[in-house]
């Protein structure tokens, strides 16, 4: 469904997705008068995530490309899961990602006074009435696909009793959840959402914006378009599963005298993502279970978990960008993601020392207390990142994965009788090591050859690693989170029918250890992140900088997947 505009030879070309292309369709017929205006609709109910993040980016970038507007309207119709934290957290997370909405935002809330105000002109025309069956029976009668819905004994009401009872029912004389307004369509519509839906139900809970004022609050259906038409919207973009719902979103425009030019809607595929879970109700439960630290645990796929993980806001807007815009669902690996991660810190992170799992090294040729300063490549890719100066001396910390005192085959680490690099300092060898009375080794004894200063070797002799280290006496302390997946299921919770996504829940998604960081580590500011040498990109925890998290591995596992398809 792609177009391609000027695709003459050696020429670029523009490729444009079939929701921007509804829009320049729009713009060329006039539709509009040209203009564009979309919204971010979420419901403060919950953080956002990187689903949400895709819808963000299309929303804003598509009014950006035609000078239009784009504003963020929360979708506040149901109090009983809505908070106004979420509403201060969604804010602060669309600023980090990067976009800024046209004006003040706005609330489905604030439309509460228009919307029952049409809902009575819907009555006054016989197209909705009140039903006092209760919800299940009402939903009941819907029957199903190829099951003939079931007319309510209220549905020919006359207006002026639906009327009296609506405003009852706005006025307090019945209960909760015994009455619903309903909109007069057809029982019988191959479209289920057109089984006259219903539109206000009876809920006595205060909202965080209009208190106690109203206790009649509108289903989504029946806020959701009108919404849009107040505000002015043209475009009004949303995911496939409204697909269904657009006969009603259009049902019940085409039935009100609007103040601006009627709303469409268009649906796109939600992103879905391997090993990862897009659902708040998912999300929340995480949370509340306590499998997850918070709504920002760093394993979480939320905005906020993702900042914390030190994934930056450019690389979430260039991994959404390549994924594009569809009208099919499908699901992207999550390697991708990590590789535009992987390649953006790449290019800027600094290059530093750090030793997740400590392991003491003593050199026993080394003069006491004697410190020399080496020189290190701050950022290979980046020419004018410069070095530092490392210290090293005769107590080092190296990683306990790189010395083995029995070797496995093809083990080129540290292990007795092997020289290696200490890297852009000396070759070492290992002698002897000491063991606790478990057998684990809690020390090794080497010899250095101060001869190979700088890391190499004046005689030429080669070495088959070169390994990363910290001066023990110099070394900073910090708290290292290493992850693994989540959910180690690619799809968590399919399979089987009665499977969840909980159940494949990782159980050793975070291992957390007692690192060992060179000194320049200790002006990393909170949210930085840098490469640990042979290790990975690390963030700086955004609230504590003495806590890194693992954002991710060096290696491009995407394109060993690639790889693998193609073979
Ligand atoms: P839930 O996760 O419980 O299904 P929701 O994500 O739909 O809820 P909303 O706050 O209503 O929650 O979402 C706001 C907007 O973000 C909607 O327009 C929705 O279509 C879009 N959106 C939500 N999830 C995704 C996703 N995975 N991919 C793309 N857009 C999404
Ligand atoms: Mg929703």
Redesign the pocket.
């Known amino acids: 469904m792609s177009d391609e505009v000027g695709s003459e030879e050696g020429e670029a070309f523009e490729s444009l997705d079939f929701i921007r292309e509804w829009v320049r369709n729009d713009n060329e017929a006039g539709t509009y008068g040209g203009r564009v205006q979309t919204r971010?609709?979420?419901?403060p109910n919950g953080f956002l995530h990187i689903?949400?993040a895709?819808?963000i980016f299309l929303n804003f970038r598509l009014a950006e490309e035609h000078g239009g507007t784009c504003f963020l309207r929360f979708?506040d119709t149901n109090p009983e899961t809505e908070d106004i934290s979420y509403v201060d957290a969604i804010k602060q997370d669309l600023a980090w990602l990067g976009v800024t909405p046209s004006g003040p935002d706005k609330f489905a809330s604030d439309y509460f006074g228009q919307l029952y105000d049409w809902a009575e002109d819907l009555i006054n025309k016989g197209l909705a009435y009140v039903d006092d069956q209760d919800a299940e029976t009402i939903s009941a009668q819907r029957g199903g696909f190829g099951q003939p819905g079931v007319e309510s004994p209220n549905r020919d009401r006359p207006p002026e009793e639906n009327l009296g009872l609506f405003r009852q029912m706005r006025d307090g004389a019945f209960d909760d959840g015994s009455m619903a307004l309903r909109a007069k369509i057809d029982m019988q519509s191959d479209n289920m959402w057109l089984r006259d839906p219903v539109m206000y139900r009876i809920r006595r809970v205060p909202h965080h914006r209009t208190d106690s004022q109203w206790i009649l609050y509108p289903t989504y259906d029946w806020a959701h378009g009108q919404s849009d038409a107040i505000e002015g919207v043209t475009h009004s973009v949303?995911?496939l599963e409204f697909a269904d719902h657009r006969a009603l979103y259009d049902w019940f425009l085409d039935q009100l005298d609007l103040p601006s030019d009627q709303p469409r809607q268009n649906e796109f595929a939600?992103?879905?993502i391997t090993h990862t879970v897009?659902?708040?109700?998912v999300l929340r439960t995480l949370v509340e279970e306590g499998h997850v630290d918070g709504w920002d645990d760093a394993r979480m796929p939320t905005i906020r978990g993702l900042r914390r993980r030190g994934y930056p806001a450019a690389a979430i807007e260039a991994f959404v960008e390549r994924i594009g815009v569809a009208k099919t669902n499908s699901v992207v690996e999550v390697e991708l993601l990590e590789s535009f991660v992987r390649t953006h810190h790449n290019k800027s992170a600094l290059r530093r020392m750090a030793v997740v799992k400590p392991l003491k090294l003593t050199i026993t040729n080394w003069p006491e207390g004697h410190v020399v300063m080496v020189d290190a490549n701050n950022n290979p890719e980046d020419p004018d990142a410069g070095t530092r100066q490392v210290p090293f001396t005769g107590e080092l910390w190296i990683e306990q994965d790189d010395f083995k005192l029995d070797p496995p085959p093809k083990y080129y680490r540290l292990t007795p009788g092997r020289e290696v690099r200490l890297r852009s300092a000396f070759f070492v060898t290992a002698t002897d090591a000491v063991v606790d009375d478990d057998g684990n080794v809690i020390e090794v004894l080497a010899t250095y050859d101060p001869a190979t200063e700088g890391g190499s070797s004046p005689d030429g002799r080669k070495v088959k690693s070169t390994m990363h280290w910290v001066s023990a006496p110099h070394a900073v302390d910090a708290t290292v989170h290493s992850y693994d997946r989540l959910f180690t299921a690619e799809h968590p919770g399919s399979g089987d029918e009665d499977r969840q996504p909980l159940d494949d829940l990782n159980p050793a998604s975070r291992e957390t250890t007692q690192a060992k960081l060179e000194p320049a580590l200790a002006d990393v500011a909170p949210g930085q992140v840098v490469q640990f040498e042979r290790l990975g990109y690390f963030a700086a925890d955004v609230d504590d900088a003495r806590v890194f998290h693992r954002t991710v591995g060096l290696r491009d596992e995407w394109a060993n997947i690639q790889k693998r398809k193609k073979s």
């Open positions: 971010f609709p979420p419901e689903g949400h895709k819808s979708d949303c995911t939600r992103l879905n897009l659902s708040k109700r």
